[in-house]
């Protein structure tokens, strides 16, 4: 990175990509015994499992920053996979009920994390279904095996761990995972606009965030240390 690069409005890079998000998500393991899934709702087929037919879909590749509606941003993070909008139209779409228009699109983790993105963001460039994170498959830490990838949104957006796809006409479908409050959800979520929120100035959320960012970075520090001695 070179050292010049300005961060976008209000964020400031640092050196180190680590496991970060809500606390409440710290705690998650994964059940390694299972296949993993990729479930869609919202279509006519019940329990549409699409991770399989993900491998015959085109392969992308991307480069883009991280940014994290903290203020945190990780430079230049390699990505590759599918895209959402291939996603979408070569496997979803086919099973929509006939006149049905979602315009939302609901990302679950197997953590229970979740979060939502117009459909039409959803759709950019850019916006992906990724397997692979600098040369290798995507790390438990970043959200292994399959993790939405949205380089424009700032990381809450960027689900891991993704389980369900859900197709949704109003924004009252889903909330975001409790006790978080909606406030920390913005619908949209778009970096350059900074989205951060819902009802408050951009400034105000990154106050607010502020005393939260080191306390969240160790507990996840601390819980990955308690794994790997498992
Ligand atoms: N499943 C899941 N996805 C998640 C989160 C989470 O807690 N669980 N946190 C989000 C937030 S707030 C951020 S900043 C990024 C952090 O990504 P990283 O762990 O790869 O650094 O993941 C996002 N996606
Ligand atoms: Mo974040």
């Given at each position: ?90 496997l979803i779409k086919p099973h929509l009920p006939e006149g049905n228009s979602p315009n939302i699109v609901v990302f679950r983790g197997d953590d229970s994390y979740v979060t939502s993105l117009p459909l039409e963001d959803a759709l950019a460039d850019g916006v992906m279904i990724a397997d692979e994170m600098n040369g290798a498959p995507i790390h438990f830490d970043h959200g292994a095996p399959l993790r939405l990838v ?81």
């Amino acid at each position: 990175m070179s050292d010049k690069r300005q961060p976008p409005h209000g964020q400031r890079y640092i050196t180190h990509f680590e496991r970060f998000g809500l606390p409440t998500f710290a705690f998650y393991k994964p059940d390694e015994s299972k296949p993993w899934q990729l479930t869609v709702k919202g279509t006519t087929a019940a329990n549409l499992d699409i991770k399989p037919q993900l491998a015959a879909l085109p392969r992308q590749h991307q480069t883009a920053d991280f940014h994290c509606v903290t203020s945190w941003s990780y430079a230049d993070v390699s990505w590759a996979g599918v895209a959402f909008a291939d996603v979408y139209n070569q496997l979803i779409k086919p099973h929509l009920p006939e006149g049905n228009s979602p315009n939302i699109v609901v990302f679950r983790g197997d953590d229970s994390y979740v979060t939502s993105l117009p459909l039409e963001d959803a759709l950019a460039d850019g916006v992906m279904i990724a397997d692979e994170m600098n040369g290798a498959p995507i790390h438990f830490d970043h959200g292994a095996p399959l993790r939405l990838v949205a380089p424009k949104h700032y990381g809450y957006k960027n689900v891991k761990h993704l389980r369900t796809i859900e197709l949704a006409d109003s924004e009252g479908a889903y909330t975001f995972p409790k006790p978080w409050p909606r406030l920390m959800e913005h619908p949209r979520g778009r970096v350059d606009y900074q989205e951060r929120g819902r009802h408050l100035p951009p400034w105000l959320f990154r106050w607010l965030y502020l005393p939260i960012v080191w306390p969240t970075r160790l507990l996840f520090r601390q819980v990955a240390k308690g794994r790997r001695s498992d």
